[in-house]
């Protein structure tokens, strides 16, 4: 199979290899230090579970993330530019990462060394798992034969449909982050206090606030039963996306949490697929996030979308 155009995805958008290479997405992979100096690609020179292991052995460690070069993204324009496809490059938001910027520096390089290459880079306006379902969409897209101007038509709307919806372990990275000063993290985590949040449009938002794991938890389910209820659509409209951070069994238990809650407001779920979160977003919020991505599916989308779109 050799589609006129292939998906190409910063490493933010944390689907795992081998879902990548099913899908035939090419990943240009973030770098990780833990000493400021020395970076190594996430997922290739150090592996989720190592990173994770070094975020909880070492707590006041703060790890950093540092965006691919133009030189990255350029190996893999190229290596496409030589197969005779054009290309779709998805990246982090660029309110989180210059990961854009790198990305059309590449770009232009590729412009001069393969003219009759398009290459076109958007910005998703997300991270981690909604940028896992919007990339994921669009290679249902691809797949179903959609041009590569039809699937451009439809990222505005499917950016405006997406959500990231999670909670935090502790409060200790958003205040090392400067999200929350320290008086109100050292309060918050004395009392058990834990955020939930809503990521839209690229901006950070408030959605409440539980005290203790499991109630933190719940209050994520609901956020998204809430959200599926105001956009008048079922979780069938909706690539939905469970992410946990350090421990697998808590992936496992929201995915039992969620697929007993979504039974009891829409039916049985057969699919809820969970992946673990990248350094990307856990730099910033910790070893221990757990939520959701989603994005609508391009044909329950109700806007204006090519028809070309719904085929599948």
Same mark, same amino acid.
Do not use: W
């Given at each position: ?102 990305? @059309?520096?590449? !770009?232009?390089?590729? *412009?001069?060394?393969?003219? &009759?290459?398009?290459?076109?880079? /958007? $910005?998703? +306006? ?10 994921? @969409?669009?290679? !249902?897209?691809?797949? *179903?034969?959609?041009?590569? &101007?039809?699937?451009?038509?439809? /990222? $505005?709307? +499917? ?31 004395? +009392? ?31 956020? +998204? ?88």
């Amino acid at each position: 199979m050799n589609p006129e155009f292939c998906i190409v995805s910063d490493g933010s958008c944390d689907i795992p290899e081998a879902l990548a290479k099913e899908n035939d997405i090419d990943i240009v992979h973030f770098l990780v230090s833990f000493n400021g100096s020395d970076y190594q690609k996430e997922g290739v020179e150090l592996e989720l579970p190592e990173f994770y292991q070094q975020m909880v052995s070492y707590p006041d460690v703060y790890p950093k993330t540092a965006a691919p070069s133009p030189e990255d993204f350029y190996a893999v324009f190229k290596k496409r530019a030589e197969k005779g496809q054009d290309i779709l490059c998805i990246c982090i938001s660029t309110k989180l990462s210059s990961s854009v910027q790198s990305a @059309e520096i590449a !770009r232009q390089m590729l *412009a001069e060394s393969y003219p &009759d290459t398009r290459a076109v880079v /958007v $910005d998703s +306006l997300c991270c981690t798992l909604m940028q896992s379902a919007f990339v994921l @969409e669009l290679c !249902r897209m691809r797949d *179903a034969g959609c041009s590569l &101007d039809e699937v451009l038509g439809a /990222v $505005d709307a +499917l950016r405006k449909s997406g959500r990231i919806l999670f909670t935090v372990g502790d409060l200790n990275y958003l205040q090392h982050g400067g999200r929350i000063g320290k008086v109100a993290g050292i309060a918050g985590n004395l +009392l058990d206090l834990k955020p939930l949040i809503t990521l839209e449009d690229g901006e950070i938002h408030s959605s409440g606030i539980r005290r203790g794991r499991r109630k933190s938890l719940a209050g994520v389910v609901e956020l +998204l039963v809430s959200y599926l209820k105001e956009q008048n659509c079922t979780p069938d409209d909706c690539n939905i996306l469970i992410g946990y951070g350090y421990n697998p069994k808590e992936g496992i238990l929201l995915q039992e949490m969620t697929r007993k809650r979504l039974a009891e407001e829409f039916g049985p779920q057969s699919t809820l697929p969970a992946f673990q979160i990248g350094a990307t977003i856990a730099v910033h919020a910790g070893p221990y996030s757990i939520g959701y991505g989603l994005v609508h599916r391009s044909d329950r989308l109700k806007s204006n979308i090519p028809q070309q779109a719904g085929r599948a």
